[in-house]
């Protein structure tokens, strides 16, 4: 009785923070922390040695409990549920050295980086209907609280080390509070008002007991043996079927400091780097542009490049800082009478929380007509050939998507550089290389393209079109990946990769277009 008093009068300080937003203070205490200092990686090699282990027994690891709830997410992910677990091993091998060495580094078990996989699958860009974001899945209000920085600019919800280091925090108090590892992700799921409640109504500090008697939601009596379930499957998955794994590099990174914002795609470029594998360095940037916390910007870096990125970063400072997307990213849309942002989320395919998340648009603001705001960019998703059959068709005259960028002399055909713009943008926009724009026109490695400047671009001929109209063009659908693709054409992976230029099988998205190699037919 005692230890529930103490359960009781420690769990009034926690109240206001919890992770989904269902406790009736998160809203108004958003930002408390806003300025508690982040810990960060300066460099992470997998070379480097590894810190210590936890010394108390207690929190070395996670119970791992198998009962038939277990069971029953297990024969989901090997069932129903492949194609989503498949992705999310791929892409775990990514974050896995990183995040648990800032857990342990955090004096906590390592088997918590499991969480961050049934929360997002290890995507930067998860955004639930509840606008929470990122790996560890935070609302703005309890992300804010624990320090992490949510702007216009940068969200750091998005970013692996400071994500994982304020999901640390969040756990080391919910584990000090409740002294049980699936009470804690029990609150992190639901709230810790609504497990409090039940523990105290029920005199019980068992999960399982609540679970059977039903005192929790079913999402939250379902979340401890799915975390169960995947941790089972990460620490072992060809035992449990999945021995194909197409996984990723683990990151490593070195990192540079400077004193002004600077344009990300423009040091991309000067460094000959791809923008989108920079980017994924330094994802908690929502744009182009890195801006500065305090005095200073911190940069991480492919390691080795320090020197270079350095040179690279100064040539690419931002005097005045505006926020520019990501090319192929967002499109400016603006707000029509009688537009909601619901309508306007069904209009792109997206969510009311996705948009007030690029946009920084609080949850109780309203958009009003004239207002600007950024919605996804479907342009990518039209289908490709048939754009380039009507080029030909209309031989005398251009599109209208390009009627403005593309201009046609007798010695070929020119793009007009767009605000944004890089040669690995134009280069898939045309179907063709960076290498193969370089030959067309010249150009030296590391040169910067300028807004207005005409760049040759391989003109479409007949022969091309007639190769595209015979090619099998397959619409990514949801819960699809690579190797389900591959299988369902009776094609290579390898195949597939090679045609469609694709360096990370795990980034598919839905709605995306895979160009099937082979002569079928459409």
């Not at 958003?30 to 282990?53: H, Q, T, V, Y």
């Amino acid at each position: 009785m005692r230890r529930l008093l103490t359960l009781s009068l420690v769990l009034a300080f926690l109240a206001g923070c919890a992770h989904k937003n269902t406790s009736t203070s998160a809203g108004g205490s958003e930002g408390a922390n806003s300025d508690a200092e982040m810990k960060d990686i300066s460099s992470f090699r997998l070379s480097d040695p590894e810190g210590p282990k936890v010394v108390d027994q207690e929190l070395e690891s996670i119970p791992t409990e198998v009962n038939p709830l277990v069971e029953k997410w297990i024969a989901y992910f090997q069932g129903r549920g492949r194609p989503h677990m498949e992705r999310y091993l791929a892409r775990s091998t990514r974050y896995e050295k990183l995040m648990k060495k800032v857990l342990r580094d955090n004096g906590l078990p390592e088997d918590l980086f499991y969480i961050a996989l049934i929360e997002s699958g290890f995507s930067s860009r998860a955004t639930s209907h509840a606008a929470a974001v990122g790996y560890w899945q935070f609302i703005r209000g309890t992300g804010k609280r624990y320090g992490l920085e949510i702007s216009p600019f940068v969200d750091e919800r998005r970013d692996p080390v400071f994500a994982t280091q304020a999901a640390a925090e969040y756990f080391k108090g919910l584990y000090s509070v409740f002294g049980s590892w699936y009470l804690a992700m029990a609150s992190y799921n639901v709230g810790e008002n609504r497990v409090k409640r039940e523990v105290m109504n029920h005199y019980t500090r068992d999960f399982w007991e609540l679970a059977r008697k039903k005192r929790l939601p079913k999402e939250t009596i379902n979340y401890v043996p799915k975390f169960i379930a995947a941790k089972m499957i990460g620490k072992d998955p060809a035992k449990y079927g999945f021995d194909d794994i197409d996984y990723l590099p683990p990151i490593e990174f070195d990192h540079i400091t400077v004193n002004k914002p600077v344009n990300l795609r423009q040091m991309s470029d000067k460094l000959n780097l791809n923008y989108e594998d920079f980017k994924a360095l330094n994802p908690k940037f929502k744009g182009e542009v890195a801006t500065l916390r305090g005095s200073e910007l911190i940069l991480r870096v492919p390691p080795g490049t320090s020197e270079a990125a350095q040179i690279a970063a100064n040539e690419s400072i931002v005097e005045s800082v505006q926020f520019i997307a990501d090319s192929g990213d967002t499109q400016i849309y603006r707000i029509r009478q009688g537009d909601t942002l619901s309508t306007v989320a069904r209009r792109y395919r997206t969510t009311v929380a996705y948009l007030r998340d690029i946009n920084d648009l609080p949850r109780r603001k309203a958009v009003r007509v004239g207002m600007k705001i950024y919605v996804p960019d479907r342009t990518p998703l039209k289908d490709r050939s048939a754009t380039q059959r009507s080029m030909v068709a209309k031989k005398s005259t251009n599109t209208n998507v390009e009627k403005t960028s593309i201009s046609i002399s007798s010695d070929g055909r020119y793009y007009i550089v767009q605000s944004g713009d890089s040669l690995y943008t134009i280069a898939r926009k045309y179907s063709t290389s960076v290498s193969e724009l370089q030959r067309l026109n010249s150009m030296k490695r590391g040169r910067t393209l300028k807004v207005g400047m005409k760049i040759r671009v391989p003109s479409p001929d007949s022969s091309s079109v007639r190769e595209v109209a015979k090619t099998k063009v397959h619409v990514v659908k949801r819960g699809e990946n690579l190797s389900a693709i591959a299988a369902k054409y009776n094609v290579s992976m390898t195949d597939i990769k090679e045609k469609n230029k694709i360096r990370n099988p795990a980034s598919l998205v839905v709605g995306s277009r895979i160009v099937i190699p082979g002569e079928s037919k459409q």
